[in-house]
């Protein structure tokens, strides 16, 4: 079946503009990731969706970035204003719920590049 | 908050030899899971293999295996028979058993080249 997939692979873009990045998850899923990895970094959580909940922000690095989700389908990552410290791969995940254990699936990322 | 840690950056391994890749991490909780993934260039994280905190025995996916110490904070991933294949970006990371959120914490990561 299918995977998660992400749009645009890679985006360039310059200092002060808006992006917005695109996670369609695995059918089915309820639980919903978004991941930043910096250059030779580990993945950093950002944000966390799970059925109709309140979503937990907790990992957004300002307010510059916000995410939605329609119902249990597709997610919008938008970053406001972008900076050149943005410029990382943002992933996606998703599972089948967030209670005990489900595997996280991951997209392929959309590379960011900020000038 | 939890922390993963991995301290190699690199590592080398010839073809068919065995390697070892180490984690540690922190934490004040007792329930949780460990995993390491893999990221080979395409950028796609693949779930290697995984470890709930509970379980005294090791886990092992066909040539892989893990060595967890849960004393010691350690979590490390050996590799047997390496192929050329396995040369990837290798993570290890710590998920919470309790509490809503499922969030996963990573280490920086590891960055292993197999020499044919």
């Known amino acids: 079946g299918a995977g998660v997939s992400q749009s645009p692979s890679n985006k360039v873009t310059e200092k002060g503009k808006d992006v917005e990045l695109r996670c369609d998850p695995i059918s089915g899923h309820t639980a919903l990731y978004w991941y930043r990895q910096r250059l030779g970094q580990g993945l950093e959580f950002l944000i966390y969706?799970?059925?109709?909940?309140?979503?937990?922000k907790s990992g957004l690095p300002s307010d510059r970035f916000s995410a939605e989700r329609t119902g249990e389908s597709v997610s919008t990552l938008t970053i406001q204003r972008t900076q050149q410290e943005d410029s990382a791969v943002y992933l996606c995940?998703?599972?089948?719920?967030?209670?005990?254990?489900?595997?996280?699936?991951f997209g392929p990322g959309t590379r960011l590049t900020v000038l | 908050a939890q922390t993963v840690t991995q301290s190699q950056p690199e590592m080398s391994v010839q073809e068919a030899e065995t390697v070892t890749l180490s984690c540690t991490y922190d934490?004040?909780?007792?329930?949780?899971?460990l995993f390491w993934y893999k990221q080979p260039p395409s950028r796609q994280m693949i779930l290697v293999i995984r470890?709930?905190?509970?379980?005294?025995q090791n886990a092992t996916e066909n040539r892989f295996s893990v060595n967890f110490q849960k004393a010691a904070k350690s979590f490390s991933l050996k590799i047997s028979d390496s192929q050329l294949g396995d040369a990837a970006m290798y993570f290890c990371?710590?998920?919470?058993?309790?509490?809503?959120?499922?969030?996963?914490?990573f280490g920086k990561g590891i960055t292993l080249s197999v020499r044919p």
């Open positions: 995940a998703s599972s089948l719920a967030a209670a005990d254990y489900n595997e996280q699936f």
């Open positions: 990371a710590y998920r919470s058993r309790t509490g809503a959120n499922s969030k996963l914490t």
């Open positions: 969706f799970q059925g109709n909940s309140a979503p937990d």
């Open positions: 470890q709930e905190a509970y379980k005294q």
């Open positions: 934490t004040s909780e007792s329930d949780y899971y």
